[in-house]
T-cell receptor, first 114, second 111 residues
Framework: DAGVIQSPRHEVTEMGQEVTLRCKPISGHDYLFWYRQTMMRGLELLIYFNNNVPIDDSGMPEDRFSAKMPNASFSTLKIQPSEPRDSAVYFC????????????FGDGTRLSIL | AQSVTQLGSHVSVSEGALVLLRCNYSSSVPPYLFWYVQYPNQGLQLLLKYTSAATLVKGINGFEAEFKKSETSFHLTKPSAHMSDAAEYFCAVSDRNQFYFGTGTSLTVIP
């Protein structure tokens, strides 16, 4: 089991640039979550998918943020244009269909917008 | 909807002392409960989970948690803190295919 795989691990870019974060969930998991973690706001749920369909995107901070899941094995979180306040660690997590199972997290992408 | 409350955003203990991190949930129907640990610059790792079997659940690294339905609590304990336990700890609840995280407790271990 390879676990949840996120790329890149680190991203440093200038404000105004487009940023794309990638996630490969665990095979067979029906749910995929995107979180953002900062010192000020802690762990925030941005959006989650069930069977590749976005279910709740109420946590997406602005229209500059978008997420897609074109198939069961891949998701992207895009920020365009990026701003310094978007600097954070972004986590992807996946979850199987049974409520008694835990979410599995990737190692995160540490994003710095200069 | 569920809510998860972790009392104390920061907890400090001396090395060798008891660790107690508190978690309360809101539902009257016992959900599934989890504790995660996050070490610096790492993702969240599952520490232990309660899924309606034994009320006392043992996890990794000597941690355990007790589910108390009457108190709607799932507190995390460890008899003797080690320096390597310094981390952020998150309590989480799963209920009807929804997942809820607490705000986290940062544990500092003082030598």
């Amino acid at each position: 089991d390879a676990g949840v795989i996120q790329s890149p691990r680190h991203e440093v870019t200038e404000m105004g640039q487009e940023v794309t974060l990638r996630c490969k969930p665990i095979s067979g998991h029906d749910y995929l979550f995107w979180y953002r973690q900062t010192m000020m706001r802690g762990l925030e749920l941005l959006i989650y998918f069930n069977n590749n369909v976005p279910i709740d995107d109420s946590g997406m901070p602005e229209d500059r943020f978008s997420a897609k899941m074109p198939n069961a094995s891949f998701s992207t979180l895009k920020i365009q244009p990026s701003e310094p306040r978007d600097s954070a660690v972004y986590f992807c997590a996946s979850w199987g269909r049974h409520s008694n199972q835990p979410q599995h997290f990737g190692d995160g992408t540490r994003l710095s917008i200069l | 909807a569920q809510s998860v409350t972790q009392l104390g955003s920061h907890v400090s203990v001396s090395e060798g002392a008891l660790v107690l991190l508190r978690c309360n949930y809101s539902s009257s129907v016992p959900p599934y409960l989890f504790w995660y640990v996050q070490y610096p610059n790492q993702g969240l790792q599952l520490l232990l989970k309660y899924t309606s079997a034994a009320t006392l659940v043992k996890g990794i690294n000597g941690f355990e948690a007790e589910f108390k339905k009457s108190e709607t609590s799932f507190h995390l304990t460890k008899p003797s803190a080690h320096m390597s336990d310094a981390a952020e700890y998150f309590c989480a609840v799963s209920d009807r295919n929804q997942f809820y995280f607490g705000t986290g407790t940062s544990l500092t271990v003082i030598p």
